[in-house]
């Protein structure tokens, strides 16, 4: 089965200090996902990739996936405290008709004002 | 429009018992996913629904269990409570039965005492 490793587990910055988290799979990765969560809320979307070398962006939040499409990293320039919280990364793991999310543990970010 | 909701928002019960979780999904929005929560880990997928058929099932006991009704919201029954089962349950819809556009709701805090 498919498992995801993020690092680091937990990570805490100044504010307007630049960072990256970093998402591993053991195996091929076919659709990667990038999510922020709230302490004991739901999942936020953040984004979607799915090719090799990929990269996207958003507001100050980029995500790539590596060219061998095992690896990706989420880079936040400028980080702010609204930046704080959970990031999770997910893997698409289809079986047979469902298509389900493989989930790291998540890197807990702090933003120090 | 409204998001993904669930209810009720926090539940607390005793070991033995059994509880109903509840999540309507986005209007058009016809698969809906279950995960659960475990304090410091990512989700683990439970059920997925679509089109009122369960498309896929995680490795979770028998004493979990699902459904999808004509309006495709969702109802996910745990019987028989364990200590375990402690945890923030999370319902996902989409248009589809793929992972594009995987919307969460705020989740469910399960408490057994």
């Known amino acids: 089965s498919q498992e995801l490793e993020q690092s680091p587990q937990s990570l805490i910055v100044q504010e307007g200090k630049n960072l990256t988290i970093n998402c591993t799979s053991s195996?091929?990765?076919?659709?990667l996902y990038w999510y922020k969560q709230k302490y004991g809320e739901g999942l936020i979307f953040l984004m979607m990739l799915q090719k090799g070398g990929e990269e996207k962006s958003h507001e100050k939040i980029t995500a790539k996936l590596d060219e061998k499409k095992q690896q990706s990293s989420l880079h936040i320039t400028a980080s702010q405290p609204s930046h704080a919280g959970i990031y999770l990364c997910g893997a698409d793991n289809h079986g047979a008709g469902s298509y389900q999310l493989t989930f790291g543990k998540g890197t807990k970010l702090s933003v120090i004002p | 429009d409204a998001g993904v909701t669930q209810s009720p928002t926090h539940l607390i019960k005793t070991r033995g018992q059994q509880v109903t979780l509840r999540c309507s999904p986005i209007?058009?929005?016809?698969?809906v996913s279950w995960y659960q929560q475990v304090l410091g880990q990512g989700p683990q997928f439970i059920f997925q629904?679509?089109?009122?058929?369960?498309?896929g099932r995680g490795n979770f006991p028998d004493r979990f269990s699902a459904r999808q009704f004509p309006n495709y919201s969702s109802e996910l029954n745990v019987n028989a409570l364990l200590l375990g089962d402690s945890a923030l349950y999370l319902c996902?819809?989409?248009?589809?039965?793929?992972?594009?556009?995987?919307?969460f709701g705020s989740g469910t805090r399960l408490t057994v005492v």
């Open positions: 209007s058009g929005h016809k698969s």
């Open positions: 195996k091929t990765l076919y659709g």
């Open positions: 629904y679509y089109e009122k058929e369960e498309r």
């Open positions: 996902a819809s989409s248009r589809t039965v793929a992972n594009y556009g995987y919307t």
